[in-house]
């Protein structure tokens, strides 16, 4: 289990609860911080001698609107959404990394009976999927942890690696504490944190599942990718959804996209 220091105290109290509280240790760690993020697999690895499964679940959510466009300086001149930057480096760029170290050192397990050598799970959001709440720079970020899924798949699947997602809808966090109890009298559902676990636990053993996200919302189950490209040909018509696989299938032939080396990113 790793979080930021301030969280040990929180997570080795629940450590305590556990069945086995042998089986967990807590190891501080920045997501932003590639260092700590390193140190944080070597100490899992010297500690349980290997990873298995891996889940990334580092995540914010901006406190001031992103596209307020009324706030400005002494000169009248719009500021900078700098927490925009914050939300989309944690939740993205940190996902990001816990997926890249993950690859890397599951990839040198030995297989398991499923052929695979472990298991990765991204934790998205539904607003991975939607936008209607325009919180701007978290809709932004777990769209962009969609992306990831989808385009981590190639490497994934050439080292034997599972990489799936969860995409849980209103649960009682933080990041819900300003509309908790408005929300339940609605009588609109939500889960529980427990319900969440639930879920992740399961796909994160599921030797058939590659490539899936599931949405969860209280007794609401539902698979998303896997769905999604089924309905392709009917959402876009079958020569769009045939293009969309034949492109997918040169690109894969070649062994994944050719990069390009662009005079902007040298430095």
Request: hydrophobic share 45%; proline share 4%.
């Amino acid at each position: 289990m790793a979080d930021l220091e301030r969280a040990r105290p929180a997570a080795e109290a629940l450590i305590a609860t556990l069945p086995d509280p042998s089986r967990v240790i807590f190891v501080p760690a920045n997501t932003l911080v590639w260092a700590e993020m390193k140190e944080m697999f070597k100490t899992a690895i010297k500690t349980f001698g290997g990873v298995d499964t891996v889940i990334a679940n580092a995540g914010v959510m901006e406190s001031h609107a992103v596209l307020d466009v009324e706030t400005v300086d002494a000169n009248g001149d719009l500021l900078e959404a700098t927490e925009a930057s914050k939300v989309i480096d944690i939740n993205l760029k940190g996902t990001l990394s816990t997926l890249r170290l993950g690859l890397h050192h599951i990839k040198d397990n030995d297989k398991h009976p499923d052929g695979s050598r472990g298991s990765i799970v991204l934790i998205i959001s539904t607003s991975g999927y939607f936008g209607g709440t325009g919180v701007a720079a978290y809709i932004s970020s777990k769209h962009g942890i969609t992306g990831l899924l989808r385009a981590s798949q190639l490497e994934a699947t050439k080292h034997g690696i599972r990489v799936n997602a969860v995409a849980p809808f209103v649960t009682p966090t933080s990041m819900v504490g300003g509309f908790a109890s408005q929300w339940a009298a609605s009588g609109l559902p939500s889960n529980t944190t427990q319900q969440v676990a639930q879920v992740v636990a399961t796909i994160s053993e599921d030797p058939n599942r590659r490539g899936a996200c599931y949405l969860t919302c209280g007794p609401i189950i539902r698979e998303m990718e896997l769905t999604r490209n089924a309905l392709l040909s009917q959402w876009l018509g079958n020569d769009v959804a045939q293009l969309m696989a034949g492109a997918g299938s040169f690109f894969a032939s070649m062994g994944g996209y050719p990069l390009p080396r662009l005079e902007a990113l040298q430095s």
